[in-house]
């Protein structure tokens, strides 16, 4: 009986664990065992280690790979881990994605939460570095009632990327994807139930930029737990024989100030530092739009000063272990130039590791009052001046006593006290009748009836859930009435069985699609206002989720993804999509630049949209949705609630010559007319001194954009707008940057045979090769270039279309460089051009080889000037020639130069 008694205690004692156990997911970009170090790596490791342990942990490594290491990780973090999942966007769906890095990064996650339906996940953790949350999130405050119901969302403030930048000392990166960025980790931590910050100085950043509300957050300091027993004694400590750098090799982490420092020891204490051995421990960076590298910048400041280092490239235990085993001897020196949290601080201080650090950021808040003597302002004197005089008393200034209070109960309890959040209970239309029309869908059109017949086609097939709505048709030019009297009753036939509240009306006189969407809200009646071009078509599930999501939310206004797809024929079955285009909703700051906001594709309050004025009525000048989109955001610019983004695609969104956005790109207004429009609501925020400001910027921005569209990359310098194949040939991605790779058979004095083209099908990320049918087995691609063992003159041509947005003259420029260091005289490019409209013959403007020669210097080609006209195509092909496996490959650049005026 005793016995028996026991079992069922235990089994009694193993439920109530289990009931009590959390489902908990942690989503991270890094994670020790995978990622060789840094900040996010090391608080992934002790959240599952030290935090929630206890509970049903599922680690979600977001952009990784873990086939070569999964073993390893397991290890590290048993009994821990229930479950560890990688999740790499190559696995991000059939359809290419129109998006950053970043957002195809935040709906990998969001795609894999939706998977996972039947786990109750109770905890859901993110980091703000990448707005990997951003996503689900949005899909979260939309519908609560359908989608993590039950589920708390905790955000974590690590290293936001725009106060990243603002301290790296490096040029921004192009095209604004930092502004993408910052935008959904704002937002990310916005629409979080509970803030986190390992300091009160990222809290307090994060209260400036308005991401969070006064008095709400926590501040908890990272969990990390002492590695070692027992700290390093202050008896065992001798003269220091070896300065430490101890942290990422960047500006930020204090490199140039630590090299100024060391400059200045060599000069002030030449004897005391031809004694010392210089040692980086951290993890080597480079920035490939400032060109920095840490090992130049190394070399360039300390090699040629006759100052000797070493950079110990090593993950967190085996930094720890080395800083342990050589303790006695060692400073480790952490110059920050700015800094949140840094777990090098904390690790220093918790296992009694002698240290100097920058007294930035969140660093005080780190140290203990009787090591605060430690820290220095970040300048190389002030550096110096600590390193000396820690190194001529060290045994005073060390202290084991010394540490602070570890604060890994708080978390534990706080992990404790997580319950289901309350659901938002927002029904707009509660009040309305029945009957009552909830949604107007708005299109105008101008001559484009089989299109249109489309549209109403979509519409009429909207699923049974759907709720009332009225289609408002607006015939701008009375285009329609010119159709025969059969055609029209067609028209009139579907609208009546759509519904009969939906109507008709003409515009005499052509008023442009700004003017024909303001009409057709003025007679709308519904709530709601759902704008649709005539020439797309709306997804059968597209006015139940735009509604349902509205009425489940604060939202004001929700865009959707885009699904394209190329035809300009009359089709009634399902579209193929091509390509998916992601929007971001209120990205203010992004949208000045580029249009992320999203498409006219819309739903929105339709008392906001009056009170706003509608679309502003231009004629024949493009980017009216992105003007309306800014001026929504900003209306209401510190919520994340203005404008939002329903991430799915609920729209069909033709792309051919007559599409309406492609039809305003190609007049001559659909420039800079255009840019200059959806510029105007942000000169009209802005004090009236600021507004030239604001039109340079855009300006460069629009430069930026073409340069963008043609897929090329401006590093500036000489060189002008550049890509490099070899370099943006990456990740395994066919078409990357526009570039596409097949194979084509060329002689030796020869054109190749173009005809001959056959493009590569298929990239294995298992075996990091390309297949093909129609290609043999042995051309492949491997650490970012193309090497192929070439028979019968089978070679790689790399090919790629730009198309001229407006009337210009440009030249081409053409380089190319051998990639080893011995080549053969023979080894050479063929470059050729050819002129063309987008479905017209193209004639070769431009055939010419070049061969390296000596191999010293990188050959360079051009082409006369070319005049080109709106829409006109130029064809670039690249073939190497003479390549073979000893010989490498070759590096080629195509330049298009912009000729003044």
Known sequence: HIHTHMLLASVALLCLRQALAL?????????????????????????????????????????????????????????????????????????????????????RVYTWLQRQASTDWDLLWFHDWQGIGFYTQMARAQARRRFLTRTTVWVGLHSPSLWDWEHSGQPMPAYGD??????????????????????????????????????????????????????????????????????????????????????????????????????????????????????????????????????????????????????????????????????????????????????????????????QENLFRPTSGDCALAIMLHSNSRRKQHSTQCSLRSQITDWVELVASVAPPP???????????????????????HGRYEQLLESLFSLQAQQPATPPFQVVVIDDGGTLKRLSEQQQQVVESLLQDIGTRSLLHVNDNNLGDGASRNKAAELSSGQYLVFLDDDNLAKPNMLSEFVSRMEASHFECLVSFLDQFDSCELNLETPIATSRWLALGGAVAAGMYRNVLGDVSMIVVR????????????????????????????????????????????????????STRLSHARTRTGGMAAHLRSLRPYLQAVAAPLRPALLYARSLAQRLDFQADAGWEHFGGAGGVQ?????????????????????????????????????????????????????????????????????????????????????????VEAYFAPLAEACAASLGVEFSVELGQEHSHHSTVWQQRVFAGDCATQAKAHLRTLHLQPGDVLDFAVTPMGLSDEYGGVRFTAVIVLEEG
């Open 23 to 107: 489902q908990v997911a942690l989503f991270t970009l890094g994670l020790e065992g995978a990622v060789q170090n840094g900040g996010i790596s090391s608080f992934a490791s002790d959240f599952v280690r030290n935090v929630v342990c206890k509970h049903n942990t599922t680690v979600v490594l977001v952009d990784a790979d873990l086939t070569m290491n999964r073993t390893r990780v397991t290890e590290l973090h048993a009994p821990c881990l229930a479950r560890l999942v990688g999740l790499s966007i190559q696995d991000d769906g059939a359809v290419p994605l129109q998006a950053s890095h970043a957002m195809r990064l935040s709906l």
């Open 607 to 658: 008392s906001l949209f009056l009170s706003l004025g509608g679309f502003s009525t231009d004629k024949g000048v493009g980017n009216t949705d992105w003007e309306l989109l800014a001026r929504l955001a900003l209306h209401n610019a510190a919520s994340p609630y203005s404008v939002g983004v329903a991430p799915e695609a609920l729209v069909w969104y033709r792309a051919c010559a007559t």
């Open 723 to 811: 890509a490099h194949s070899i370099r943006d040939f990456g990740d395994g991605e066919q078409g990357y940057r526009g570039w596409q790779y097949g194979a084509v058979v060329c002689r030796r004095y020869s054109p190749c045979l173009s005809s001959a083209f056959q493009q590569l099908d298929a990239f294995s990320a298992a075996e990091q090769r390309w297949f093909s049918r129609l290609l043999p087995a042995h051309l492949e691609h491997r650490a970012h270039s193309l090497h192929a063992a070439f028979h019968e003159g089978q070679v790689v041509r790399a090919v790629r279309r730009w198309t001229a947005p407006e009337a210009m003259s440009v030249r």
């Open 423 to 445: 659901v938002p209970d927002i029904v707009r239309s509660a009040t309305l009748p029945a009957s009552e029309i909830q949604v107007s869908v708005c299109i105008p059109t």
């Open 178 to 371: 930092l502004l993408l960025t910052h935008h959904m980790e704002a937002t990310s931590v916005q629409l979080a139930d509970t803030v986190i910050s390992p300091s009160q100085y990222m809290l307090n950043w994060a209260l400036e930029q308005g991401w969070i509300a006064p008095n709400t957050g926590h501040v908890l300091a990272n969990p990390y737990r002492q590695q070692r027993p027992e700290p390093v004694a202050a008896a065992s400590l001798g003269p220091v024989r070896k300065l430490v750098f101890f942290g990422r090799l960047e500006w930020r982490k204090g490199l140039a100030l630590f090299c100024d420092a060391l400059l200045l020891l060599k000069d002030q204490h030449g004897e005391w530092f031809a004694q010392v051995e210089v040692l980086l421990l951290g993890k080597p960076v480079s920035h490939a739009v400032s060109s920095f590298s840490s090992e130049a910048y190394l070399n360039m400041r300390l090699r040629k000063q006759n100052i000797s280092y070493a950079i110990h490239t090593c993950d967190r235990r085996e930094a720890l272990d080395f800083l342990h085993a050589h303790a006695s001897e060692i400073l480790v020196v952490i110059p920050s130039m700015m800094d949140n949290a840094p777990y090098t601080v904390q690790e220093c201080v918790s296992n009694g590791i002698p240290f100097v650090a920058s007294s930035v950021g969140g660093i005080p808040e780190l140290v203990p009052e009787c090591l």
